[in-house]
């Protein structure tokens, strides 16, 4: 292991924190036709070589380094429920029970629809796509939600914090005032009665 000196350590954290240049290259020996490295890169002091890794990461990006670091750990990071799933808490067809919910959850708060037409004409013969299937599955989705909000009507708000909002059961349980274990059931409970009558 190589020791840094503090003279060393503060010009690095000069050039590369504050100035912004570049990990320094390799020594390079040898005939010009056949150059190859001797030996990989200098290594850096400790905390400047996370740093200007991190910057190396992100280069060409939008954004300080630090902050591409952490929105992508924020979406890297499962969800509520995907947490629930790996420890074994819920199981997937309960996890697809709340997928579908958040999915109707959303129709019902929808302020502006996004219409689209096809002005292509059908030469291929046939008959052409129509909306009625579509239509059709949405009522009986958005009817499946209306009963389920009313079957956990005084527990609604907190269920679809953690299904939608993606809160985690233990702090839906601080904020509204109960145990984690009786969240978690009262959560599991709501699962299994979607689309169940």
Do not use: C
């Not at 740093?51 to 969800?79: D, F, K, M, Y």
């Not at 808490?89 to 919910?101: C, G, K, V």
Request: hydrophobic share 45%; net charge positive.
């Amino acid at each position: 292991m190589v020791t840094i000196t503090t003279v060393e350590m503060e010009r690095q954290r000069v050039a590369h924190l504050v100035l912004g240049e570049p990990r320094p290259k390799p020594t390079v020996t040898g005939r010009r036709s056949k150059r190859k490295p001797t030996a990989a890169p200098p290594r850096l002091a400790p905390g400047i070589e996370e740093r200007v890794a991190l910057r190396e990461e992100w280069r060409g990006i939008e954004g300080t380094p630090e902050t591409l670091q952490h929105a992508h750990e924020q979406r890297s990071r499962p969800g509520a429920l995907a947490r629930l799933v790996a420890t074994g808490a819920i199981d997937l067809h309960q996890l697809a029970a709340a997928e579908e919910i958040a999915l109707a959850y959303s129709r019902t708060v929808a302020d502006v629809a996004v219409r689209t037409a096809d002005y292509s004409r059908g030469l291929r013969g046939g008959r052409r796509r129509d909306a009625a299937g579509e239509g059709i599955a949405a009522a009986f989705l958005d009817i499946a939600y209306t009963v389920w909000r009313q079957t956990v009507a005084p527990h609604a708000p907190m269920l679809l914090e953690i299904i939608v909002d993606d809160l985690a059961v233990t702090a839906a349980a601080a904020k509204y005032r109960m145990s984690n274990r009786r969240a978690r059931a009262i959560l599991i409970l709501s699962l299994d009665r979607w689309r169940r009558r």
